[in-house]
């Protein structure tokens, strides 16, 4: 017999699927500037849709750059409190001429919804919102524990004014552990939690060479050309075998458990499906002395997401840029620390700077890397929720991303983070055409209010 | 005392700048698909102009690209023909925010005249339609020597309709030299004559990795990524010290003469103010075995104009893009091969193709280096133009650049060029705030008109 909750959630998948429509359809990118207005936007709609449910105290508060929202509900004693935590701002859409429909028109389309944020993350926040509006609407107003609910406009630019709240107002904030889903299911229908997040830093190298652009048939030969120092600098990082060449850069690396390695080698996962369904490219690559699950989870990278400058255009200029960009960042694994490896790597990007180039190099953001103990009744209630709505063992696993919040919950308010996620490994996150399968939506919806209400003492 | 058509021209100088402001407002940006209009505009704005001064059998001919606009005056019995040539197509005029004044608003400062093809070639081209002017309307519509002039659309892609044109219309440009104004001047108030250029190939290389473009959390470690392929490959190609990697790409250099390197040691050039003064970088690079002049005129090299692709705006997207272009040329000298050089370049850059990408090397257009002999009536008439004008010896330079008609003229016509141009070392070719002394465009307009008098037999 599914709970009054459940039958709620159930008579009301078509509106609640609309709603989420009506978010996607808001292009809050918080990293263009030209989009500020939609963040906020994204933020008053969020703000008010928890008032209507009958949450507490809803607030959006201003930060240095986007807003947050933030409500509670704080009746139930001796219960535990919750704090659910999700993002409403998206990724930029670019390419955009690789979507098959617009990127802020949400469309079905085999059962999944097709929208920038689908499931990265207005989708899973959503799912926590539609979760409580279930539980308080057969409950006259009542929830089974304690929730507060914070929803951030800037992680996808780094989450300086969340990581600024945490740390200067943890009262604010006060819970027994907190609830995300911005993560991914490992395989379809497998329930999944996430207990292992990398870190990263996220800069910039300019590179600058003549005082003015230059033609390259005048000066070429003599004239620094800020590319070519940075394809130099750039492969000089890391060698053909994936290893980064930045001294000091492992010193801290602390590698996986034997127990977790040999969960990891039980997974469903091929890593010729892998390369032929999900990456599609021709080959792997990487540290061949790591199975793929290590390199993605428990190594660090170092990857190149563009080189902005000189002419991007069709056919043919004959230009020497006078500036440069590199945008480069390093996913890290416990225990680097983001500020340390910033410097190593600042200090050897520096030490190999070619002749007549002078570089800039700059951090953008950063986060911890991120390992999370499983021996906590939240875990086992996820454990125990998850198996009601999936009838399957959740397995434990980690991610090669990074959600800094969860190293800024456990450092200031000491408390650890259930990441219970809904997305799949093929949901184009940060790519065109991302997706959400709806059929997750929904049991993701089903799955939190059996947590929510194991928590709250139901059976 | 002035002769009647110089008297002419002195009296028309406002006139004549005006008229160049006006053919510099037309954005015939021949790159961009946008601008398409704009290049057939300054093509009829002109072919418009050669029928008003006197010229006979103007036509707008159409290429396979931006067409070309011809006329002719062939009645000076017994004299020799020349073929005026020019290009009334500019380079893109990016980037926009470094120009102090807007490219396509023409705006005299310290006497010069501001614009996008100010100097390359418009202000250039159009001195021999004024010096043509002057002596058609002196002269009751005759001229001292049989003329044609031939002017292009395409020369900033690749001169490919002209090329064909020349190739399989010779007749139709018969003549005993060509006059091209498309270079510079060594030194201000130096009379110069440019005797040699460097051919060039234009290239694009594209890597592709992954299928689509991919969260780099999620992926990286085991993903390709093509911009850090480009780097390992394009890093490849030269080494710190300039030298191009590419095997036999050095095998067909001819270095200049004893004679031409000692002329070359005697011009006024400082490579410290070079390098201050012109390219403004800390310090300059390439072969330190060559001198300055030898490295940009009788050197190849190789450089990169930009990295299109992947995430390119402010703020931070942690995307392992799907794909990634590099825009490369290389400047070649005689008697290196254009097509058996893009062979060579070709088979190394796939020959060093990192794991799990491929990559596709395209000719985007290319040109023969050229030396041209300086002993002939034509060149004599110009030196002595120049004398009347400048009152100063002429120098014989090479140019680092590439005029790919030069060597069209020479296989197809059979004909020498005369390279007389009134550029200064520090017009910003290819760069914002490209400008033309606007001086110079008077007394280029002079100088040509003595040149075509001396070759009618005047004195």
Redesign the interface.
């Known amino acids: 017999m599914p709970t009054e909750a459940l039958q709620f959630a159930r008579e009301n998948q078509s509106r609640f699927l609309a709603e989420l429509k009506d978010l996607l359809r808001i292009p809050s990118i918080s990293?263009?500037?030209e989009h500020r207005g939609d963040v906020r936007q994204a933020a008053e709609v969020l703000a008010a849709e928890l008032h209507r449910i009958g949450l507490e105290h809803v607030e959006v508060i201003e930060t240095s750059g986007h807003p947050m929202v933030y409500a509670d509900w704080l009746h139930a004693k001796g219960k535990a409190t919750c704090l659910c935590y999700g993002h409403y701002d998206v990724?930029?859409p670019?390419?955009l001429e690789?979507w098959i429909s617009p990127p802020f028109e949400p469309t079905e389309r085999n059962g999944n919804i097709y929208a920038r944020g689908a499931v990265d993350d207005k989708g899973q926040m959503y799912m926590h919102v539609k979760a409580l509006e279930s539980m308080l609407h057969v409950h006259q107003g009542k929830l089974p524990l304690n929730v507060r609910i914070i929803l951030e406009g800037e992680e996808?630019?780094?989450g300086e004014g969340i990581a600024q709240f945490v740390r200067e107002h943890p009262e604010r904030l006060r819970a027994d552990f907190a609830l995300i889903s911005d993560t991914e299911m490992f395989a379809p229908d497998l329930p999944t939690l996430c207990v292992g997040l990398?870190g990263?830093i996220?800069t910039e190298i300019e590179a600058r060479?003549?005082?003015?652009?230059?033609?390259?048939?005048?000066?070429?030969?003599?004239?620094?050309?800020p590319?070519?120092a940075?394809?130099?600098v750039?492969?000089?990082l890391?060698d053909?075998r994936?290893h980064i060449l930045i001294p000091g850069v492992y010193d801290n690396v602390v590698p996986p458990s034997a127990a977790e390695l040999k969960a990891w080698q039980s997974l469903p996962f091929s890593e010729t499906e892998?390369q032929q369904k999900?990456?599609?490219?021709?080959?792997?690559?990487?540290?061949e002395e790591y199975s793929?699950l290590e390199?993605?989870w428990a190594?660090?990278?170092l990857?190149?997401?563009?080189?902005?400058?000189?002419?991007?255009?069709?056919?043919?200029?004959?230009?020497?840029?006078a500036k440069?960009l590199a945008?480069v960042?390093l996913?890290l694994v416990p225990d680097m620390e983001p500020q340390k490896i910033f410097e190593l790597y600042k200090r050897y990007v520096e030490s190999i700077c070619?002749?007549?180039?002078?570089l800039d190099v700059r951090l953008?953001?950063s986060g911890d890397a991120i390992v999370i103990g499983v021996n906590n009744p939240y875990v086992k209630a996820a454990t125990a929720a998850l198996h009601d709505v999936f009838k399957k063992d959740t397995v434990f696993i980690r991610?090669?991303?990074?959600i800094p919040i969860v190293g800024d919950f456990e450092r200031s308010l000491k408390i650890p983070s259930v990441m219970m996620g809904f997305g799949l490994?093929d949901d184009?996150?940060?790519?065109?055409?991302e997706k959400f399968c709806i059929a997750n939506f929904h049991r993701g919806i089903e799955a939190l209010i059996r947590f929510f209400e194991k928590l709250g003492g139901e059976k």
């Open positions: 990293t263009l500037p990724q930029p670019d390419p690789e996808e630019v780094g990398r990263m996220y060479g003549a005082a003015t652009d230059l033609h390259s048939g005048m000066y070429g030969g003599a004239a620094p050309n590319f070519f940075l394809c130099q750039l492969s000089q890391k053909a994936g892998f999900e990456v599609g490219s021709s080959a792997l690559t990487g540290e793929v390199r993605l190594r660090p990278t990857e190149i997401h563009g080189m902005p400058g000189g002419f991007v255009g069709d056919g043919a200029k004959t230009v020497i840029p440069a945008k960042s996913r070619p002749k007549g180039i002078s953008i953001h991610s090669g991303g990074s490994p184009n996150l940060h790519a065109p055409n």
